[in-house]
């Protein structure tokens, strides 16, 4: 692991692994699998309860009716808080188009402008994890099964995970930390060139 910003450990897989979505494959199932929703902090619960009566309209009645009984989070067997789920699986916030295609509700409201809140980090950041280490912040990667099609279109084009998700990264922890994560990177490709 890499200390970057004096706070965070970055695992290795984050610099070395290749990894890009490929939604004509996967058609976004990350929002749809699983057997819990995706980790939400607490004060972006405040910002998605400020904006939902824009988006409970566009929600299917089964998830409004996970929302009127269990709010929209709740907390995991680990104890940690996570978006609440239908069925099981689906995240409250997801919905399924015409075509098969699965895409966050919060997210197509920031892109039509109508919020100033994309989605949580969590799902921008997916597939990087990030937990507690100490008083550091790990930010490991996630390898679930139902992207292998993403590892392999990563592998094809050559993008390593950090560029992949470059936005997501400078949004949670700042241009100046990733700058210095990209300059990890490249020194460590370096090195391992020399062996």
Not at 128 to 140: A, C, H, P, Q, S
Not at 166 to 172: N, T, W, Y
Not at 173 to 192: D, H, N, S
């Amino acid at each position: 692991m890499f200390v970057i910003g004096g706070n965070t450990l970055v695992s290795l897989d984050v610099l070395e692994k290749e990894f890009c979505c490929d939604l004509e494959r996967c058609r976004g199932c990350c929002c749809v699998e699983g057997d819990a929703g995706a980790p939400i902090s607490d004060e972006e619960v405040q910002k998605v309860e400020s904006i939902l009566p824009l988006l409970l309209p566009d929600m299917t009645p089964e998830a409004r009716a996970v929302v009127e009984k269990q709010g929209i989070s709740y907390l995991d067997p680990t104890g940690e808080r996570v978006t609440s789920i239908v069925n099981d699986k689906d995240c409250i916030f997801a919905r399924t188009n015409h075509q098969g295609w699965c895409y966050c509700l919060i997210e197509k409201a920031f892109h039509a402008g109508r919020i100033d809140f994309k989605k949580p980090i969590s799902c921008h950041l997916y597939p990087i994890r990030l937990n507690r280490i100490g008083d550091m912040t790990g930010v490991e990667y996630h390898r679930w099964d139902i992207c292998h099609c993403a590892r392999q279109l990563g592998s094809k084009l050559h993008v390593p995970l950090y560029k992949f998700l470059k936005e997501p990264l400078i949004r949670r922890f700042g241009e100046t930390w990733y700058e210095e994560l990209e300059l990890t990177a490249t020194e460590w490709k370096k090195q391992c060139a020399q062996k």
